[in-house]
């Protein structure tokens, strides 16, 4: 695992802290939520999808005096200031903000359509700018805080058969580190946190797509523990700039991104294990 140089460890996660997190219908989201709650911090979870994430909510046994749920569409700025103000009021602050939601559909980009060029920069780019923007004046004024968003590792290095993702995460990334830049020195920390495939409804709907062969190309998949336990272990105390997921892959990836035509080699090679692992993840399950 990678990372830069962290700055002083935050103090506020040893006790009760305030989160605000997106994306928490399913996946990474919604098991953050789970985590943090059986910790004994408040959670303000919130998702598009209210009614899945609810139903969730109240099958987990989110204490009700801990957790509350929000719909919010993250493609929408307004929404984002009506519902992180109503966070704020009911937990009194908000100590954390993670940005979660995520979109992908994988296809080759001659073939992309203009919606689906413009869902993936709405909800991943833009959608974490907003949140950003949002949580950065209310921590400004308290002069502390932290802002947590989850890029890729095809953030770092470029992925054919998902360019658009590609995109809109290497967007999230610079946006996060040049952020971070503007905020730390005024008491507000920035983290992207970039891992690898995880096993995710995002991960399920790649299975079928020969284009996506490069996702599954890794020595394995990770999962939403993986990234609950760097998030809680070293992301939270410590506030580094950037974190990779796994450190295997992500020298892989610097490396492509260093040197391009290097991913020009490897991509027939990662490409043929990636549809070999699709076609066993559909054969056997796994």
């Not at 953050?32 to 598009?48: R, Y």
């Not at 947590?148 to 995109?167: D, Q, R, W």
């Not at 040049?178 to 946190?193: I, K, S």
Request: proline letters at 5%; a positive charge.
């Amino acid at each position: 695992m990678l990372r830069s140089r962290a700055v002083p460890a935050s103090t506020s996660f040893a006790t009760p802290s305030n989160f605000f997190i997106t994306g928490c219908a399913s996946g990474i989201g919604r098991h953050l939520a789970d985590v943090l709650l059986a910790a004994g911090h408040q959670v303000f979870a919130t998702d598009i999808d209210e009614a899945a994430m609810r139903a969730h909510a109240s099958a987990s046994g989110w204490p009700a005096d801990r957790a509350h749920t929000r719909r919010l569409d993250v493609t929408d700025s307004g929404a984002w200031g009506l519902v992180f103000a109503e966070a704020a009021r009911v937990l009194g602050k908000v100590d954390v903000l993670i940005n979660v939601a995520g979109y992908l559909l994988p296809g080759y980009i001659a073939d992309a359509d203009a919606d689906a060029v413009h869902r993936h920069l709405d909800v991943n780019t833009k959608g974490t700018i907003f949140g950003t923007q949002v949580a950065a004046r209310h921590m400004l004024a308290r002069g502390q805080g932290h802002i947590i968003n989850i890029a890729s590792l095809a953030g770092l290095a470029p992925v054919p058969g998902i360019a658009l993702y590609s995109a809109s995460k290497y967007a999230v990334r610079g946006f996060s580190l040049a952020a971070a830049q503007e905020l730390r020195p005024r008491g507000v920390a920035v983290t992207v946190v970039c891992p690898d495939a995880v096993q995710t409804p995002m991960l399920d709907l790649q299975v079928s797509y020969r284009e996506a062969a490069m996702t599954f190309s890794g020595s394995r998949l990770l999962t939403v523990d993986d990234i609950s336990d760097a998030i809680i272990r070293r992301v939270l105390p410590r506030r580094p700039l950037e974190l990779y997921l796994p450190r295997s892959r992500a020298l892989l990836a610097r490396l492509a991104d260093l040197l391009p035509r290097t991913a020009l080699w490897l991509r027939p090679r990662l490409e043929a294990r990636g549809r070999a692992r699709q076609a066993r993840i559909q054969r056997d399950g796994r």
